[in-house]
Structures are given as C-alpha cells and as structure tokens.
C-alpha cells in the first residue's frame, strides 16, 4: 500500500502562486508516476499533470503549460507542483494520485481510472 498525503493549498488572488507538495509512505519502490488531478464544484475530477519517478518525464494539459512545473525529491519521497501565474478556473481540490504502472503518457496520466493511491486533496482557491 502506498499513502499520499497532499499540503500547500489555500487561497491566492489572481496571478498569485502556490506550490502543492505531496509526501508519499509505505510500498514507493512499487511506484513508477505520479500524478496531479483537481476536481471543481459540479465539475468531473480532471488530469492536470504527472511525472514518472524514474526518469522525470513529464506532462501537462494544455491549460496550465507554462504556469505549472511538476517536479520530485526522491529524497524526501515528495512531489510538487508549482503553480503560478493562478486564475480563478484554477480554483479546485487538487489531489495527488500514484501508479504502479510507468504511463509517460498524457493521454494515459490524465485518466484518474488508471491510478491506483490517492490523496485526500488540498483545497486551491483563486479570486479574482
């Protein structure tokens, strides 16, 4: 089992930044990516953005490219996102999710069926 525990959410004005961690325990070696998803009031949970542990592959949407970075520390078995440049769509519970599979891929990261841990969610809020 792995355990995900997200931090650094709260509220921001517009052009504001924030900078999400995520510390993951228990079975990391069976981890091969991981992810960032948000999920807006009324809205379906959505991929934003994910790195492979390994070698540091990453991928975006196209809707934050530029003004988030996802990066880890393996030292310290935690992952980032660094979101600036925040708008008021932006505004979401951002969760963090593991694999177990190595995806590389948009087109799979962004699908939250595929991951297998997650997060209880951090709170993102953006005013305008």
């Known amino acids: 089992q792995v355990q995900l525990v997200e931090s650094g959410g709260g509220l921001v004005q517009a052009g504001e930044s924030l900078r999400l961690s995520c510390v993951a325990s228990?079975?990391?070696?069976?981890?091969?990516?991981m992810g960032w998803f948000r999920q807006a009031p009324g809205k379906e949970r959505e991929g934003v953005s994910c790195i492979n542990k390994s070698d540091g592959t990453t991928n975006y949407i196209d809707s934050v490219k530029g003004r988030f970075t996802v990066s880890r520390d393996g030292t310290k078995n935690t992952v980032y996102l660094q979101m600036n440049s925040l708008k008021p769509e932006d505004t979401a519970i951002y969760y963090c999710?593991?694999?177990?599979?190595?995806?590389?891929?948009?087109?799979?990261?962004?699908?939250?069926?595929?991951?297998?841990?997650w997060g209880q969610g951090t709170q993102v809020t953006v005013s305008s």
């Open positions: 228990g079975s990391i070696s069976s981890i091969n990516d």
């Open positions: 999710a593991a694999v177990r599979m190595s995806l590389r891929q948009l087109r799979l990261c962004v699908k939250p069926h595929v991951f297998d841990y």
